[in-house]
């Protein structure tokens, strides 16, 4: 097997592994599936491009979760992005977890909150790799996860809500 064929063989499995992950993310942060779609695609493609020479899965995994946050946020900033209306979709959520009725308050969150929220409670990541994958502080997480808390908490009591 030559070295093209075994970066091939790599990435497929590493799409394997992490593709429900990238995509829920995407999913989160853009709040429709052609976006995500989009997102998705575009973060295997850096994926493939890269040099990076990952060390570990948590290497890989916090890898891939920063690139989807960045190029996420990137793609709020464009000029496209500006100039379209989205059409309400269901969060990817609602058909994993049917019985989870806070699924659309999270997705009625501020896009910094439903990240902390996210990547905390759906991807069972610490407050420390948090910080680390968002290059913020584990001061900054703590905060935005209680006040997103507090939001969450406010939406699911019907109470009056405060950003």
């Not at 997102?39 to 990076?52: G, M, P, R, T």
């Not at 890898?63 to 969060?91: A, G, Q």
């Not at 999270?106 to 990541?125: A, G, I, N, W």
Request: proline residues 2%; negative net charge; glycine residues 2%.
């Amino acid at each position: 097997m030559n070295q093209s064929q075994a970066r091939s063989d790599w990435v497929d499995e590493v799409v394997d592994k992490y593709a429900d992950m990238v995509y829920r993310i995407a999913f989160t942060q853009m709040k429709n599936k052609a976006d995500a779609d989009d997102i998705f695609q575009e973060v295997f493609l850096k994926l493939c491009k890269s040099a990076v020479a990952f060390e570990t899965d948590e290497h890989i995994k916090a890898w891939l979760i920063k690139v989807t946050v960045n190029t996420c946020r990137k793609s709020f900033t464009s000029s496209w992005s500006k100039k379209v209306v989205e059409l309400p979709e269901d969060l990817a959520y609602e058909e994993e977890y049917p019985d989870f009725e806070v699924v659309p308050a999270v997705k009625s969150l501020p896009s910094k909150y439903r990240t902390v929220v996210h990547l905390f409670y759906f991807e069972d990541m610490q407050v420390m790799e948090i910080a680390n994958v968002l290059k913020s502080t584990v001061g900054t997480v703590k905060s935005q996860l209680s006040r997103a808390r507090n939001l969450l908490r406010n939406k699911l009591k019907g109470g009056i809500e405060d950003a």
